[in-house]
């Protein structure tokens, strides 16, 4: 499985970015896709989550009302919106893709991963 992300850039804070990220290969098998982050000087850790089949969404509390995530299973696609953007929004944003039910919050609950799209909010 390989994972494509786009849709990165600059932005002044309190604007918007579309996130995309597109799974090719044996994509048979999706339980979950996501999007994390790693900012500076921070852990990686998950925006947000979106069940395959059962379309439940999972945010993180900083990006509740902000982001929103949706997929196109059609087209193997996940898309993160990033609304009202902060500063501390700034990060290289990272989709993964999981194959089974496993940890919803932790890199280790997710078994393939994009190259990264630079996201950076300026003040």
């Known amino acids: 499985v390989q994972l494509q992300a786009s849709g990165g850039g600059l932005v002044q804070a309190g604007g918007s970015l579309r996130l995309s990220c597109v799974a090719s290969g044996r994509t048979l098998s999706i339980y979950r896709m996501g999007w994390f982050r790693h900012g500076p000087g921070k852990e990686r850790e998950l925006v947000a989550a979106v069940d395959w089949i059962g379309g439940s969404r999972y945010y993180a509390d900083s990006v509740k009302g902000r982001f929103t995530i949706s997929r196109d299973n059609a087209k193997n696609t996940v898309y993160l919106q990033l609304n009202s953007l902060k500063f501390e929004d700034t990060a290289v944003y990272y989709c993964?893709?999981?194959?089974?039910?496993?940890?919803?919050?932790?890199?280790?609950?997710?078994?393939?991963w994009g190259q990264g799209t630079l996201v950076t909010v300026s003040s």
């Open positions: 993964a893709l999981a194959r089974d039910l496993g940890l919803l919050r932790s890199p280790l609950g997710y078994d393939y």
